[in-house]
């Protein structure tokens, strides 16, 4: 199956100092495997969530409403946020329930992620679906010459199991988490991605409940580490293998002819 990249959210309302966005989480019925349908709960109905990017210093105001049958919290994994929109775990947005989070985004450009983080909940909240990308950017970043626009994509490795009919599969297991036996990129089971002759930037996130990977090309030449979770490297790192644990991002840049996500970069 091809790889998807999450839709770019565009904002509700924009002024000369912040944007606005409305998001609501819901229940929907989305594609995953081959000839069946997949009950998920989204940010906008849509697993992942939507991809938010916003500019280094410029606030971003997001209303989160809750239509789900559970209580939610949203954190910005990674966010210099105030303590009011930090998302604490007992802050919890009821069933029908709407709360607003403000982000002043004063930190560095960095590939950061929203999530569900409601206490006792956040395991399986996030495995039905509540995640999605949240990529600062600033002038800096902006001035090199790393891939950009279509060449700067977002990765979201998750393991998933399944029943029969399609529904995902979740057993808590205690405290050691939860490990799938399908993996997933974007919410596209071991996708594949046709690549032009050129650089690619991936900002590669670990977003499975338990699972840590190793990552590397299946033919073992090496690719070049340029940002963690704090925002860029000084200079690029040439890496063969590189570990990722749960909710870690990595940026690195690839200089392929073509390759098949899950065969020639495998985690």
Known sequence: ?????????????????????DIIQSEADQKILPDRATRIWG?????PGPMIRVQRGRTVVVRQTNRLSTHTVTHLHGGR???????????????????????????RASTLWYHDHAMDRTGENVYRGLAGFYIVEDEEEQSLSLPKGDFDIPLLLQDRSFNEDG???YETRG??????NVMLVNGVPWPRMDVSTRKYRFRIL???????FQLALSNGDPFFLIGT????????LALTSLPLAMAERVEVVIDSLEFLLGQHFSC
């Open 1 to 21: 199956m091809p790889l998807k990249v999450p839709a770019t959210l565009t904002p509700t309302r924009r002024s000369e100092a912040q944007d606005e966005y």
């Open 43 to 47: 940010y906008q109905g849509v697993f």
């Open 81 to 107: 946020t105030p303590s009011n929109s930090d998302g604490f775990p007992m802050d919890m947005v009821m069933p029908g329930e709407t709360r607003t989070y403000t982000y002043p985004n004063n930190q």
């Open 167 to 169: 529904s995902f599969r």
């Open 175 to 180: 405290h050691t988490g939860f490990e799938g």
């Open 206 to 212: 670990n977003g499975s409940n338990a699972r840590p």
């Open 229 to 236: 979770d704090g925002g860029l490297l000084a200079e690029p």
